[in-house]
């Protein structure tokens, strides 16, 4: 008898045979679609072999793509730290015992989630123009940086605020009797465990991170998307322009959801310890020895 569980009742035969038909339809929808859509490419020459030879042009890349993935890989990596600590800082402050801290930390992560990323972005960014708190080179960088980190910051704040939610009630119950403090018990404790479970949804925010970097293109800040379009404009190939940004960006996605698995895996492997030895004594060779089990 199987013991597997389903979230709905197991198909009979003629459910089967339906879900098979369906299938087929679908996929023969889907691929009358594609054709179709490939014809209307070819027929206005998208498709041609003519359409990707710019793309075999070092200059291409050393004046396009390249300083686009750079500018992409710079707002994403200081906005995914800026928004991770952010996000921490205001997810702990959210389950603070003390009101005072809790409400205004509430009030930040409710505030910056509602707002979209682009208008934080514009904002922050005429606001470092108008008053002239950044030089006017690193204004529109720190309008990006500023608008991915407040927005995904809150969203963080929420995540780490359901990890720590999650986890059973004895871990805390249990720092608390050998005397620990709340703010003992939650760094110690309660985070470390927390963020086990949290990294999976932490590297789909991260995915978002990279992937919002693209709203900068309506602040003119020089990311792989704007420089893509620059090139589909140069060279009139805008869908082989497209089809190579987005295999840019499938390729970072991958890297870091990549890297965040080998993580995941050291975290994991590091809090399982050396393996537990036994106070049973083995003698070999005349010598007494710990069993290992």
């Known amino acids: 008898m199987s013991a597997a569980s389903v979230l709905f009742d197991a198909p009979g035969p ?19 679609v594609v054709g179709v859509v490939g014809y209307q490419l070819a ?5 041609t072999a003519e359409q ?21 890989l710079i707002a994403a990596g200081i906005s995914i730290v800026l928004a991770v600590v952010l996000g921490v800082v205001l997810g702990v402050g959210r389950l603070s015992p ?10 930040i992560v409710e505030f910056f989630r509602a707002i979209p990323v682009l208008i934080m972005m514009i904002f922050a960014w005429q606001l470092y123009s108008v008053f002239n708190l950044l030089p006017s080179r690193y204004s529109i960088l720190a309008g990006v940086i500023t608008g991915l980190t407040l927005y995904n ?5 929420e995540i780490v605020r359901t990890g720590v939610n999650n986890l059973p009630s004895g871990q805390s119950e249990a720092a608390y009797a050998v005397g620990m403090r709340w703010g003992q018990t939650m ?6 465990q927390a963020f086990t479970s949290m990294l999976p949804v932490l590297v789909s925010q991260m995915v978002v991170v990279l992937k919002d970097t693209a ?13 893509g379009t620059l090139v589909g404009a140069a060279f009139q190939n805008y869908i082989p322009s497209l089809i190579v940004v987005a295999v840019l960006m499938i390729a970072l996605n991958f890297a870091l959801s990549a890297f965040a698995t080998w993580v995941e895996r050291r975290m994991r492997r590091s809090r399982r310890g050396p393996a537990p030895v036994s106070t049973e004594a083995v003698v070999q060779d005349g010598a007494p020895t710990a069993k290992v089990v």
């Open 153 to 157: 910051g809150a969203v963080i704040a």
């Open 187 to 192: 760094w110690s404790v309660q985070l470390p």
């Open 215 to 227: 709203l900068g293109y309506q602040i003119s800040y020089l990311e792989v998307v704007r420089q």
């Open 14 to 32: 003629r459910a089967r045979v339906r879900n098979r038909i369906a299938t087929i339809v679908a996929i023969l929808v889907a691929a009358a």
């Open 98 to 107: 003390w009101r005072v801290v809790r409400w205004p930390c509430a009030v």
């Open 43 to 47: 027929e206005r020459g998208q498709l």
């Open 52 to 72: 990707w030879t710019p793309f075999l042009n070092p200059n291409v890349w050393k004046t396009y793509l390249l300083p686009g993935l750079r500018g992409t």
